[in-house]
């Protein structure tokens, strides 16, 4: 994983959920595009965290070879659905699978910045310990108890005396951690598309409204 | 920002793409990622319909009315706007020319409506004659849910949203209205050869 904080002039903004197309350009004009979704809060400029995929293109270039005071070409911000806005007062309910924590992680840090008290809970699954994004950024949200629960799976290794889910997110786990769909929430859901159709179709079986679920799917192949 | 290099940059082109059959902006994969908006819907076949919609009239057809249409066997390369390509997907479905055949509407465009409201603008020139279908197996095997099932539009010359999932009717329309995806960001037309992707592309 890795956090690249970009330097723009001319960032025109952009909301929460949203990603941006990064373009690589070899000296011979070969190219390679992907996209990243965007980390920051619009309130903080502009920054991607990017897995490594081994078999990928563009994510190692990103993470092994681009070092500050580098150039990058980016177009964006792209896409006005998977997007959370501070005027809109529901509950919200985030679920993430992995590196899909990233657009989640920047509703979170829009809602911190904005000042707002919508109440959010994230349900974050992950490997182990050490996978966990945003890790110690995320305890310091929980642990400012502002209106923001983490909650955490580890779904292979589970340090000792974890007692937290070590198991992944089931049916069960959601209607523990999600919100009662009475509450009318809105809800994120982001990871590989296995996370996402198993955390949406469950929603969807405790009485959630499938209009209020909001996905986005990371296809893990080639990035 | 044209004549940019990215520093250290080499790539790892694939030898095996063939020549003018990979849009710009676009690499190969062998995988079919999902992209969807939302959790997939699952409606029962005997509750599945396909209205065209023409003015104040319609006509549709029920699950098994659809599949008694004569289909075709298609073989398609697909490009989704989020960069991949996959060449040689096999599909069948039936020819949208022949549903358009039962309503007597010269509107020039329509709008391709779903399960789960999602929708998509296209211009009716763009779906006739061999150009698209609507698509109920794909590989040999009925489409999956998440893959459109039990029945998705297919453009293929068109980037891959157009090829609406879920697909349960079309609207005959005079002008043309931005569906879902085209009023979220995306092109309003959406030709791969040409990168129309975004708005302003």
């Keep these: 994983m890795k956090t690249i904080a970009l ?4 960032w025109r903004g952009h909301r929460a959920g949203q990603h941006v197309d990064v373009r690589l350009t070899a000296e011979d004009g070969y190219q390679a595009e ?5 980390a920051s809060a619009p309130e903080q400029g502009l920054e991607l965290t990017v897995e490594r995929l081994d078999d990928g293109e563009v994510s190692p270039y990103l993470v092994d070879e681009l070092r500050n005071g580098d150039g ?8 006005g659905y998977f997007v959370w806005e501070a005027r809109d007062m529901r509950p919200v309910f985030l679920a993430a699978g992995g590196s899909g924590v990233v657009p989640l992680m920047a509703i979170i840090r829009h809602r911190i910045a904005v000042g707002s008290s919508t109440p959010m809970r994230l349900l974050y699954s992950s490997r182990s310990l050490d996978d966990v994004i945003y890790r110690v950024e995320l305890d310091q949200v929980a642990a400012n108890d502002n ?6 799976t580890l779904t ?6 974890w007692s937290g889910y070590s198991r992944r997110i089931d049916n069960d786990m959601l209607r523990e951690v999600a919100w009662s769909p009475s509450e009318s929430p809105s809800v994120f859901v982001c990871g590989a598309t296995r996370f996402v159709e198993a955390v949406a179709e469950g929603l969807v079986g405790l009485g959630y409204d499938p209009r209020s679920i909001k996905t986005e799917r990371y296809g893990g192949t080639g990035g | 920002m044209s004549g940019f290099i990215s520093r250290g940059f080499r790539g790892r082109r694939r030898e095996d793409a063939p020549e003018g059959r990979v849009p710009p902006g676009q690499y190969l994969t062998d995988d079919f990622p999902v992209l969807s908006a939302g959790p997939t819907p699952h409606t029962p076949l005997e509750e599945w319909t396909f209205e065209i919609r023409s003015g104040g009239a319609s006509v549709s057809w029920t699950w098994e ?14 490009h989704c706007v989020t960069k991949w390509s996959k060449l040689d997907t096999v599909w069948e479905g039936v020819p949208v020319e022949t549903l358009l055949e039962r309503v007597d509407d010269d509107s020039p465009y329509l709008l391709a409506f779903c399960d789960g409201g999602y929708t998509t603008n296209l211009p009716v020139e763009d779906v006739l004659d061999g150009k698209a279908w609507v698509a109920f197996a794909y590989g040999g095997e009925p489409l999956d849910p998440e893959h459109g099932g039990p029945a998705r539009l297919l453009v293929p010359h068109l980037y891959f949203w157009k090829s609406a999932k879920w697909v349960r009717g079309f609207e005959l329309r005079n002008e043309d ?3 879902f995806w085209e009023q ?4 309003l037309y959406g030709d791969p050869w040409k990168e129309q992707r975004y708005w302003g592309d």
């Design chain 1, 7 to 10: 330097d723009l002039d001319d």
């Design chain 1, 34 to 38: 992907r996209s990243y979704s965007i």
């Design chain 1, 72 to 79: 990058l070409e980016i177009r964006g911000p792209i896409g």
């Design chain 1, 147 to 152: 209106g923001i629960e983490i909650v955490h």
């Design chain 1, 156 to 161: 292979r290794a589970q340090p000792e005396g």
């Design chain 2, 65 to 78: 009315e659809f599949r008694a249409l004569p289909s075709e066997t298609v073989t398609v390369d697909i």
């Design chain 2, 177 to 179: 209205e931005p569906g």
């Design chain 2, 184 to 187: 979220n960001g995306y092109h």
